[in-house]
């Protein structure tokens, strides 16, 4: 389970600090802040400012939850979306969303392949279909990532959905037969499967749940 990185963030007022454009993020940036709001529960929408090297930790590390620390109060909260510049360099604001630790959520992980395919060394070539999977669990419950044992496979071998081990409560929204990793001939290309290349020209999610909300906020 990965653990929520505890950040300590301060409140934004909105009246002084409009929106999320360039010029309100480069004021922000000189003085070493990231805007973002916290949302969802019912409860009202609170913008704040994070420190960049806070952000840039949670970001380095493929952090899902996070503890808030808003001085005095606690808001544990996933972290729903980034948004980042035209060039994909700098981060310009981030949604985090409350949870309960009991809460089934769902949310994008990582695959992290194990060990050294024993077809490599008879020739084969080691390549990754699927980088990440969409999961449903309990908020408390969100794996690091999801590991898969590659030592196996030799050559035409391969790891589908249906082969994965995952922790308790832990479900992979995705077909069983969606080919992850295999062992192929050098300077041959497999057939993709249908789920494999539905999840290839899938576009990312865009959540935005109370944005009309936020929007005021801001």
């Known amino acids: ?6 950040i300590r963030v301060e409140p934004r007022d909105p009246a002084r600090n409009k929106g999320t454009g360039t010029r309100a993020v480069r004021r922000l940036r000189r003085q070493g802040r990231i805007p973002a709001v916290i949302y969802g529960h019912k409860q009202e929408v609170v913008p704040i400012t994070l420190s960049h090297d806070d952000v840039w930790q949670m970001i380095k ?18 972290i729903r979306d980034v948004q980042w510049d035209n060039l994909g360099k ?55 990532s999801i590991k898969v044992d590659v030592g ?38 497999a057939e993709p499967t249908e789920a494999a290349a539905e999840e290839a020209v899938a576009q990312p999610e865009v959540i935005k749940p109370e944005r009309k909300e936020k929007e005021k906020a801001d």
């Open 1 to 6: 389970m990965a653990e929520a990185l505890k």
């Open 61 to 78: 590390a493929a952090s899902h939850l996070a503890e808030l620390d808003l001085g005095g109060k606690t808001e544990t909260v996933l």
């Open 90 to 144: 700098e981060i310009l604001h981030l949604d985090f969303a409350r949870v309960s630790a009991e809460e089934e959520i769902e949310t994008d992980v990582n695959i992290e392949l194990r060990g050294q395919a024993a077809g490599i060394a008879e020739g084969g070539i080691l390549e990754q279909l699927v980088h990440s999977l969409r999961i449903k669990c309990p908020a408390g419950a969100i794996p690091s």
């Open 152 to 189: 196996h496979l030799n050559v035409d071998d391969g790891v589908y959905v249906r082969d994965l081990s995952l922790p308790p409560g832990v479900t992979v929204d995705a077909e069983e037969d969606l080919l992850i990793v295999h062992v192929v001939v050098r300077g041959t290309t």
